[in-house]
C-alpha cells in the first residue's frame, strides 16, 4: 500500500531553534501533501497544503512566515517552524495524495514529529 | 465552517464486544475515509468510500457510505485489544475541494 515517511520522528531543541521536517512519498507520487497539527487528544488541524512547484495554500490563523513549507518534487514537501518557541511544541504530521486518479484519492499519512521546544 | 459530528467520543468495552460508531454532517461528501491512530503515530487509512450506499469490509471492519452522502458508520465485529486506538472519519466534498474534514475522532478502550 502507500507509504508516507516523514522524519524525524522527535525533536527537542532549543528555543530560536528553526526545525526542518520532511514529508516523503516511497511509493507513489504526490502532488498534494498536507501538513496538520494535533494537540493531546484533539483532532487533526490542517495547516498547509503543499503543492509541488507552486506555494503552499495555508489556513487561517497559520502564519507563512513561521511555518515554511517547500514542495519541490512529486515526493517531498519539507516544513520548517522558523525561531521555534514552547508554544510550537506539538505532534506535526503530514499526508500526501496520489497523484494518479483525481481528487478523491484517500490521504496516507507519516507516523508524525514530536517536536519539544525548551 | 464545515463539520463532522462523530460519536461516540469514547467507548469502554470489554474484550469480544462489537462496536459502532458513526459520523454525520450537514454537508454532501463524496467519498468518507475511515482511520485509526495508536499513541505517537499517525493515522492509518482503514477503510475508504467512494459511492452512496457502498458497504465495504476490510477483516472485521465494516463501513458504509450513507444513501444521503451526509452520514457514515464504522463497525468492528469482536473486539480485541489491539483495536484500542482512536478512530477517525473524514469527508471529502462534492466540489472537489482538496482539504478533507475529519471528525474529532472516537476513542476505544477495552478492558480486561
Known amino acids: 500500500g502507500a507509504v508516507v515517511s516523514q522524519h524525524p520522528s522527535r525533536v527537542i531543541c532549543k528555543s530560536g531553534t528553526s526545525v526542518k521536517i520532511e514529508c516523503r512519498s516511497l511509493?507513489?507520487?504526490?502532488?498534494?501533501m498536507f501538513w496538520y497539527r494535533q494537540f493531546p487528544k484533539k483532532s487533526l488541524m490542517l495547516m498547509a497544503t503543499?503543492?509541488?512547484?507552486?506555494?503552499?495554500?495555508?489556513e487561517q490563523g497559520v502564519e507563512k512566515d513561521k511555518f515554511l513549507i517547500n514542495h519541490a518534487s512529486l515526493t517531498l514537501s519539507t516544513l520548517t517552524v522558523t525561531s521555534a518557541h514552547p508554544e510550537d511544541s506539538s505532534f506535526y504530521i503530514c499526508?500526501?495524495?496520489?497523484?494518479?486518479?483525481?481528487?478523491?484519492?484517500?490521504?496516507?499519512f507519516g507516523d508524525g514529529t514530536r517536536l519539544s521546544i525548551l | 465552517g464545515q463539520q463532522l459530528n462523530q460519536s461516540p467520543q469514547s467507548m469502554f468495552i470489554q474484550e469480544g464486544e462489537d462496536v459502532s460508531m458513526n459520523c454525520t454532517s450537514s454537508s454532501i461528501f463524496n467519498t468518507w475515509l475511515w482511520y485509526k491512530q495508536d499513541p505517537g503515530e499517525g493515522p492509518v487509512l482503514l477503510i475508504a468510500l467512494y459511492k452512496a450506499g457502498e458497504l465495504t469490509s476490510n477483516g472485521r471492519l465494516t463501513a458504509q457510505f450513507g444513501i444521503t452522502r451526509k452520514d457514515s458508520f464504522l463497525n468492528i465485529s469482536a473486539s480485541i485489544p489491539s483495536d484500542v486506538g482512536i478512530y477517525f472519519c473524514a469527508g471529502l466534498k462534492m466540489n472537489r475541494d482538496d482539504k478533507i474534514i475529519f471528525g474529532k475522532g472516537t476513542r476505544l478502550h477495552i478492558l480486561p
Open positions: 503543499s503543492n509541488e512547484g507552486s506555494k503552499a495554500t495555508y
Open positions: 499526508s500526501a495524495r496520489a497523484h494518479e486518479g483525481g481528487g478523491n484519492q484517500p490521504q496516507h
Open positions: 511509493d507513489f507520487q504526490a502532488t498534494t
